[in-house]
């Protein structure tokens, strides 16, 4: 397993190794349900939680919400300590940082580019898009098995609330709506 990529140094490695920090705790099926319903926006949501859990945990001066508006260049680098978090309490774990920071970036780069255009190929790249999830997915198992690790008590966040609701309502109505316009014959 290997988990190279980023930029962090050895001390800052075992910080994190050393540290039990309590990531963003969701379930799969919340983390799929909504980060589709938002065309991956919730995404960005998954990183912000995830970073300030970093920062009000170590105190290090970071800017959550800088790092996962720039998300493309800091995945890697969470995916890394999350690992490494995980490493450190006995988890094996099966993804290398920068090869899944790596699918990660380019599907969601092809569900942009797909997302501009009206034809058969920008339609699959769209679609290809929501694959993002899935590096994702293989984190959020990680973090879960960790923070498991690190608290007796700890039970999934698999709950959701009225405005979790309302976004996965109003976000599957404009995902039908956009599949229906982007699939179904365009009448003349």
């Given amino acids: ?8 140094d050895n001390s800052q490695q075992e910080l994190k190794l050393q540290s039990d920090i309590k990531y963003f705790n969701t379930s799969i099926m919340k983390l799929v349900l ?3 319903c938002t065309f991956g926006i919730y995404g960005l949501y998954w990183h912000y939680k995830n970073w300030k859990a970093i920062k009000d945990h170590t105190g290090e001066k970071i800017s959550p919400f800088w790092r996962a508006f720039f998300w493309i260049f800091t995945c890697s680098d ?9 490493l450190g309490k006995g988890i094996n774990i099966a993804y290398s940082a920068r090869d899944l920071a790596t699918f990660y970036i380019l599907m969601m780069l092809f569900g ?8 058969q190929i920008a339609n699959l790249l769209w ?3 929501f694959f993002a999830v899935i590096p994702l997915v293989i984190v959020q198992k990680a973090v879960n098995s960790y923070n498991a690790a690190i608290d007796d008590s700890y039970m999934i966040n698999d709950g959701f609330s009225w405005k979790s609701i309302t976004v996965i309502v109003l976000g599957a109505i404009l995902l039908i709506l956009s599949i229906a316009g982007r699939f179904l014959p365009n009448p003349k």
């Fill in 1 to 8: 397993m290997s988990l190279e990529g980023g930029d962090m």
């Fill in 34 to 36: 909504l980060f589709v």
């Fill in 78 to 86: 969470l995916f890394k300590i999350i690992g490494l978090s995980a």
């Fill in 112 to 119: 942009v580019v797909g997302s501009k255009y009206d034809n």
């Fill in 127 to 129: 679609v290809v898009g």
